[in-house]
């Protein structure tokens, strides 16, 4: 019973993805993507209108069969209100998300709602999980989905559903998203050695990076220069712009090395380098990453610690296109 | 918390709307039915109180096994409309016991729709279906609190969004209702129950009980005359005819199916009765019925129209009367013999006076009015509520009490033919009516019912003779209100006395009248009728469910548009779309609200150049500048909307009041 549910669902998936083609994120969702079906409680309602239905017909009584075409009406109306609960909602998705093996990797959706109607309870699925929310008139909300992850590599998503019960669960709307997600899934962080360079801490050669820790005397100014670095008393004096350079304490680039893990096998090798990744992402060190392979400039910042964990996650599997 | 887990308000939601629908059952389900649902749900309701889940499932059992058998054991089986209702209610309220999760609360809100319709299989008043109708607006708003993302929204925002879906069923259910072909007949026979008491005429009369009927206000039937209307003295309602008396108690005998041939004489009224149930099976019509449309109703040998299956639900029957007839046959001896049978050793002395008036007048003409003249000379009174009468009741009535109504003066008057050997029988049902102006129908209450005899004459055939005309003459000619008012309790005599009251109480039962005649019995011929308003050729069933998909494909259309325009991103709220109203309607009278102008401003430009619209057209900016900058405003947004579209500035302002228009504005 449940495959074959499975496979009905995958099947119908498929047809969609086919019929939709390929979408690009944010998207509307128009009226012709929903669909809608009743619930197990839309059936029984179903059921019980048909009751309603007969007795009504069967005692000639035309103020039972005014109540039974009245539930009926409702029911009808309610399956309108349950598509409009989708109809005109707008779906993005933040695609650049940090995951960990044996972890999560978490989605986050933001469904915007430009209409003067409240819709509650819309529900975002991917693979087997959801999030829910209930998305204000005129607003706009995220909605995390976190999916769990047991293997490093890449999760690549080609669709989601975007689905509601509302008004009163006897119906069920959904929508199916051709958005592509892809999550990078690093090695799971984990490891006993110490970074590389805690352990010669004591001889930094303070000459060649810049930094804003130790201050090193004036430079030209140049467009783009943090404000808090201009040398505002120089330029008060009648001199030239100018600004203060500064260097870094760290500011000797450190190699995260692949071949500094001797003897120990890939994974474990793979976890160790993710550790240090994100111990010196959070020590706010500029740092380099040498894989077989690949090798990744020293630098910092957040689009840089994507890289590295990206690179982590890649190890063996090969770039996607 | 499991979010699947109903809690306490939830559980008390639903058991609320529970026991609201099963008010309307009241008098159908046994009171331990509902004492059981009651009690279970209190039970349940004080477990989740303390924040128990529901009780264990063998106790569920036991109980459910339990109910269920003194169920079966009450009604002996479980098909038919009140023994099933008593079930699904018992199922509800055990299902109430163990509602542990939200999908039994779902399954209680259905049971409580059903519960609802099935009352109105067997109810037909308007306030029943409005009753049940915000019940289940009620239930609906329920499933709205069911838990879900976000706090649980408040009653009144869950009303408003059920009422709003009912609002919008409501044009679809009524082109359902209209157009869905109704059978003429039940698609299977329906057990009939009885279940109500007998009310109006019964089978026995017995003169000297207390009887309440001449007091009761009830209405029997409603008579709607299709041309001309009988004179008053001739609107005699045929119902039960009685030829057995035991000397105290006049009873209904079995009578063959076989009517005897009338030729008809003068007119023909034709007109339809609209019965109310009484649950025997008895129709009546006017003295003398000679045409009817009721399916099974058969007349008998006393000219009494009868149905197999008792009126257990309001019906209404076409029929023609003829208020003259001729007999042309003859009463056979078995007949004659019934007809003149009197008990032995009873009432001597009335069995001796007719002796005495017999040899009198040996011609039954005269015999016949010699007893009205003694009825109408001797000190006999007219009274409804006349003392308790011996065992001899005839006796006590004619010679010592001298007080009573017509049950009285019609058996006494049978007697007294019966011992002159002139066959006789006692015909029962009612006489007069109050005319409805308002909707031209007759109304026949309980307290017209009547009793009188019929005599056979050799030559004339059946002859009515009614003696209570003879004592009474108005009450015959203008029914019993005048007559008795004496006799009354007060409030009722005073209801009479005041006229406006008693025609508030006719425009009432018009009302009511219509209700039954356009709702209640909206059938196939009605339908044809609203086929042939609409213009459709030749209509039939076929043409039917083509009115009715067109018609539904036109609701379901607006349904989409309106649900639609809804989460337009170009809607505007409420109150700018009702401002913007505003706007065109001024823009209407050539004072269009100009591009840099705020309300305050377009206000005093409007009210100088119109100044008889000025303060309503100034009041309305003011809510408006209110609601909008949310400066504390009196007014709620939707009545600021209720009045922009109650506000009608007429095109013109009154000559008088025109004032002189600033040249700034002309300008612009």
Not at chain 1, 120 to 145: H, K, L, N
Not at chain 2, 357 to 376: G, K, N, Q
Not at chain 2, 532 to 549: F, G, H, R, S, Y
Not at chain 2, 597 to 602: K, M, T, V
């Amino acid at each position: 019973m449940r495959t074959l549910r499975q496979a009905i669902s995958e099947k119908t998936r498929a047809w969609a993805a086919r019929r939709h083609g390929r979408d690009t994120l944010p998207i509307k969702i128009n009226r012709r993507r929903i669909y809608i079906l009743p619930t197990r409680f839309g059936l029984m309602l179903a059921f019980v209108l048909v009751a309603m239905l007969i007795a009504g017909l069967n005692y000639n009584s035309n103020l039972g069969l005014a109540f039974a075409f009245l539930m009926m009406s409702v029911a009808l109306v309610t399956m309108h209100h349950c598509n409009r609960n989708l109809l005109g909602l707008q779906v993005d998705v933040t695609t650049e998300v940090d995951a960990f093996a044996g972890r999560e990797a978490s989605f986050e959706f933001v469904l915007r709602n430009d209409s003067i109607v409240e819709r509650r309870d819309v529900e975002i699925c991917c693979m087997s999980a959801a999030g829910m929310r209930s998305v204000p008139a005129r607003s706009t909300e995220s909605v995390p989905v976190a999916i769990p992850v047991a293997k490093r590599g890449v999760v690549r998503l080609s669709q989601f559903e975007l689905r509601t019960r509302y008004p009163f669960g006897w119906f069920h709307a959904w929508t199916y998203v051709q958005g592509a997600l892809t999550a990078y899934v690093a090695p799971s962080p984990r490891g006993n050695r110490t970074l590389p360079s805690a352990e010669g801490l004591g001889s930094v050669d303070r000459s060649a990076r810049p930094g804003d820790e130790d201050f090193a005397g004036l430079r030209a100014y140049q467009p783009g220069v943090p404000l808090k670095h201009m040398a505002w008393k120089v330029l008060a004096r009648g001199g030239e712009a100018a600004v203060q350079s500064f260097t870094s304490l760290a500011a000797q680039p450190e190699w995260l090395e692949w071949s500094s893990l001797e003897g120990q096998d890939t994974e474990t090798r793979l976890s160790q380098l993710c550790l240090w990744v994100l111990e010196s992402e959070a020590a706010q060190r500029v740092f380099g990453l040498r894989i077989p392979g690949k090798e990744i400039a020293p630098a910092r910042g957040a689009a840089h610690r994507f890289a590295c964990l990206r690179a982590l996650a890649m190890y063996g599997i090969g770039e996607p296109q | 918390m499991n979010p699947k887990l109903a809690s306490y308000p939830q559980l008390l939601g639903a058991f609320a709307c529970l026991a609201l629908a099963l008010v309307a059952h009241v008098q159908s389900i046994p009171a331990w039915v509902l004492a059981t649902v009651g009690l279970s749900g209190a039970i349940r309701l004080l477990l989740a109180r303390r924040g128990r889940s529901a009780p264990p499932q063998a106790v569920r059992l036991a109980i459910a096994a339990l109910a269920i058998a003194l169920l079966f054991v009450q009604f002996r089986t479980f098909n038919g409309l009140s023994a099933g209702t008593a079930l699904l209610a018992l199922m509800a309220g055990l299902k109430l016991l163990e509602t542990n999760t939200q999908r039994d609360i779902h399954v209680v809100t259905l049971i409580i729709y059903f519960v609802s319709a099935s009352a109105l299989l067997e109810g037909n008043s308007f306030w029943l279906l409005a009753y049940l109708i915000a019940v289940c607006w009620l239930t609906t708003a329920t499933l709205l609190r069911l838990p879900t993302t976000g706090p649980v929204p408040n009653w009144r925002r869950c009303l408003r969004y059920s009422g709003r879906i009912l609002s919008q069923a409501l044009p679809i259910a009524v082109v359902f209702w209209l157009f869905f072909p109704r059978f003429n007949g039940p698609l299977w026979h329906i057990p009939d129950e009885g279940r109500s008491a007998a009310s109006g005429l019964s089978d026995s009369m017995s003169p000297g009980d207390i009887d309440h009927l001449a007091l009761s206000d009830e209405v029997a039937f409603r008579v709607r005359f299709a041309a001309a209307t009988p004179a008053p003295a001739e609107r005699y309602w045929r119902g039960p005819v009685m030829h057995d008396f035991d000397g105290r108690t006049w009873r209904l005998s079995h009578s063959s199916s076989t009517a005897p041939l009338l030729e008809p004489q003068g007119r023909a009224y034709r007109y339809t009765v609209s019965l109310e149930p009484h649950q025997h099976n008895w129709i009546f019509t006017l003295d003398w019925p000679s045409r009817w449309d009721l399916p099974g109703g058969v007349l008998t040998s006393d000219y009494t129209l009868v149905r197999r299956e008792p009126v257990s639900r309001p019906i209404d029957v076409d029929a023609t009367s003829y208020t003259h007839v001729h007999w042309s046959e003859r009463l056979d001896n078995p007949l004659r013999k019934r007809d003149t049978r009197l008990p032995a050793n009873r009432n001597p002395r009335s069995l001796q006076l007719a002796q005495t008036l017999r040899s009198a007048h040996p011609d039954d003409m005269e015999y016949v009015r010699a007893v009205l003249a003694m009825f109408a000379q001797q000190p006999f009174y007219y009274t409804l509520t006349p003392p308790k009468l011996a065992d001899n009741s005839v006796d006590a009535f004619l010679f010592d009490t001298r007080r009573g109504f017509c049950e009285h003066y019609a058996s006494a008057f049978a007697i007294l033919m019966r011992a002159a050997g002139i066959p006789t029988r006692v015909v029962t049902g009612y006489q007069g009516g109050i005319f409805n102006r308002f909707a031209d129908y007759w109304i026949v209450r309980q307290s017209d019912a009547h009793a009188w005899d019929e005599v056979w004459i050799e030559g004339r055939g059946w002859l009515r003779v009614d003696p209570t005309a003879a004592i009474a003459p108005e009450r015959v000619e203008h029914g019993l209100n005048e007559e008795a008012s004496a006799d009354e309790p007060l409030t009722s005599r005073w209801i009479h006395r005041t006229r406006w009251l008693a025609d508030a109480r006719l425009r009432l039962d018009a009302l009511r009248q219509l209700w039954r005649e356009r709702i209640l019995f909206f059938d196939q011929d009605s339908q044809q009728k609203l086929l042939e308003w609409l213009n459709i050729p030749e209509p039939d069933a076929q043409k039917l469910v083509m009115v009715l998909t067109v018609a539904l494909v036109l609701a379901l259309c607006w349904l989409t548009w309106s649900v639609r325009r809804e989460v337009d991103p170009a809607r505007k709220e409420l109150l700018i779309r009702a401002y913007a109203r505003l706007c065109v309607k001024l823009a209407a009278l050539g004072m269009p609200r100009l591009g840099h102008e705020g309300a305050e401003d377009y206000a005093a430009r409007v009210a100088r150049r119109r100044p008889d619209l000025g303060s309503a057209v100034s009041a309305l900016c003011r809510d408006y500048c209110g609601l909008r900058y949310g400066i504390a405003s009196s007014v709620s947004v939707a009545q600021f909307d209720a009045a922009v579209r109650a506000f009608r500035p007429a095109r013109k302002a009154k000559q008088h009041a025109q004032a002189p228009t600033p040249p700034g504005s002309r300008a612009s």
